[in-house]
C-alpha cells in the first residue's frame, strides 16, 4: 500500500493495441502467464465491438526470441 507501482506494470497500463477486428483503442481485460518463459498472456477487449484479443507479449527483454 502506498508504494509506487514497478515500471513494467506502468507499462503494461499504458500499452493498448487496436482492436484487429474494428480498429478501436482496446482495454486491457486480464494477464496470464503464456507457455513461452518471460511472456505473459495478455486479454485485450474491445468495448466498440466486443472484440478480444489475445496477445502474447514479452515483459523481459532477455527472454525475448
Ligand atoms: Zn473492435
Known amino acids: 500500500?502506498?508504494?509506487p507501482e514497478p515500471s513494467f506494470m506502468n507499462q503494461v497500463q499504458v500499452y493498448r493495441p487496436r482492436c484487429s477486428r474494428c480498429g478501436a483503442p482496446t482495454t486491457l481485460a486480464r494477464i496470464e502467464p503464456a507457455a513461452k518463459p518471460g511472456h505473459d498472456l495478455r486479454t485485450f477487449e474491445c468495448t466498440v465491438c466486443n472484440n478480444?484479443?489475445?496477445l502474447e507479449v514479452a515483459y523481459r527483454m532477455d527472454a525475448a526470441e
Open 52 to 54: 478480444a484479443d489475445m
Open 1 to 3: 500500500m502506498g508504494q
